[in-house]
C-alpha cells in the first residue's frame, strides 16, 4: 500500500515537470516555424505536435527516473518504513 502512495507521489511529480517541458518544445517549434518561413498552417501545427510527442516520449522516462531516485535519496532508502 505504501509503495503505490510512493509511486503515485512520483507520477504526479515527473508529470508537473515533464509536461511542462513538452508544451514549451511544442510552443518553441511553433514559434520558431511562425518566425522563419512561411510554412502553412497544417506543417505548423504538425510539426508542433510531431516535436511535442517526441519531446514526451524524450522527457518522460528521464524525469520519472530523476524524480524516483531524488525522491529515494530524500527518503534515506528505497523503501519507507511504518513507525
Known amino acids: 500500500m505504501e509503495q503505490e502512495r510512493i509511486e503515485g507521489e512520483v507520477a504526479r511529480r515527473s508529470a508537473l515537470i515533464y509536461l511542462p ?3 514549451g518544445a511544442a510552443i518553441v517549434f511553433l ?3 511562425s ?3 512561411g510554412y502553412p498552417p497544417v506543417a505548423k501545427i504538425g510539426g508542433m ?4 510527442l517526441l519531446s514526451l516520449i524524450v522527457s518522460m522516462p528521464l524525469v520519472t527516473s530523476r524524480v524516483k531516485n531524488k525522491y529515494r535519496g530524500s527518503t534515506g532508502s528505497s523503501t ?3 513507525h
Request: proline fraction near 0%.
Open 80 to 82: 519507507v518504513s511504518a
Open 21 to 23: 517541458v513538452t508544451v
Open 31 to 33: 514559434l520558431a516555424a
Open 49 to 52: 505536435v510531431w516535436v511535442g
Open 35 to 37: 518566425l522563419v518561413g
